[in-house]
């Protein structure tokens, strides 16, 4: 078996779950091919094999059977960007704080290998979301897992989007912007701005505003076979538009059109893992702090 690693930040913290990570890699003698910026990063790091490296999505389709997101639910937002369409199965190693996507914990590490290498596990398929503007923002990353985002910038005054429903006008949001989020990133920036959570599968998007000046406007769950577009006022200086964590300036009377991508991610997930073990025990569900 084949295993890409990748990863963005790198640090003494996390170094000992890392080696040990890669201890168990090797022990298994499972090929390794590393992100090449990441590998230089993992200089403390001692290797007993040699590994080689990759540098674009088209190096790992050709190259990985599985990758593992080292890091964060960031780094493995990071991680779909090189995936991409290329159907490889991605398995978050969550070396960062909260980790809703990113599921295994760093003391799982011996099991979700064995399992991995068993093909114990099963495969859950989540939607992306796909961004199409007339001058083509993202170029060839134009898909989210989690949202897509418009937000104001370099003002303290709020923009307003004008947000279309199959064509149909829904509103025009007075906020400090406006979240469409998929079900995956419902858990994300959409929940700390009051939206629901929305179980992967339900083939469902979210638009969920950020501090709308109009408190009767709530947000709201329509079907992912929809399409979304939404426009920044004429009258609104710039403002960003975010796919996750990268984001692009725009003007204003831009239209942007949001649906669902043609093709999903990959996640791995094992046996005592699911959608709604993680969030009852992220967000502590039924715990009882005073005991």
């Not at 649906?259 to 969030?279: D, G, P, R, W």
Request: aromatic share 8%; glycine share 6%; proline share 3%.
């Amino acid at each position: 078996m084949k295993i890409a690693l990748f990863g963005t930040t790198f640090n003494e913290a996390k170094a000992v779950y890392v080696q040990h990570l890669i201890n168990k890699l090797e022990q298994e003698n499972v090929d390794l091919i590393i992100e090449s910026q990441f590998s230089e990063l993992l200089n403390d790091i001692k290797f007993k094999n040699e590994y080689s490296t990759f540098d674009t999505p088209q190096e790992l389709k050709e190259n990985a059977d599985i990758i593992l997101s080292i890091g964060g639910d960031g780094t493995l937002l990071a991680t779909i960007t090189l995936v991409r369409d290329s159907g490889i199965p991605v398995l978050g190693i969550n070396t960062g704080t909260l980790g809703f996507i990113s599921s295994v914990s760093t003391d799982q590490i011996e099991y979700a290998i064995n399992h991995l290498l068993k093909g114990d596990y099963t495969i859950k398929y989540r939607t992306l979301l796909q961004l199409n503007s007339e001058n083509n923002l993202f170029g060839d990353t134009n898909f989210a897992l989690n949202e897509v985002t418009v937000l104001k910038k370099d003002t303290s005054s709020m923009i307003r989007v004008h947000a279309y429903l199959d064509d149909e006008f829904i509103n025009t949001y007075w906020a400090d912007g406006l979240i469409i989020s998929s079900p995956t990133g419902s858990t994300g920036y959409s929940l700390s701005c009051g939206g629901p959570i929305v179980l992967p599968g339900t083939n469902n998007f979210i638009i969920t505003p950020i501090a709308p000046h109009n408190l009767n406007v709530r947000p709201i769950i329509v079907s992912d076979k929809s399409k979304i577009t939404l426009k920044v006022s004429e009258k609104d200086d710039l403002a960003l538009v975010a796919l996750d964590s990268r984001s692009r300036a725009i003007g204003p009377g831009l239209e942007l059109t949001i649906k669902k991508a043609q093709y999903k991610v990959k996640l791995i997930q094992f046996e005592k893992q699911s959608f709604i073990s993680t969030i009852r025990e992220k967000l502590m569900w039924g715990k009882d702090k005073r005991n």
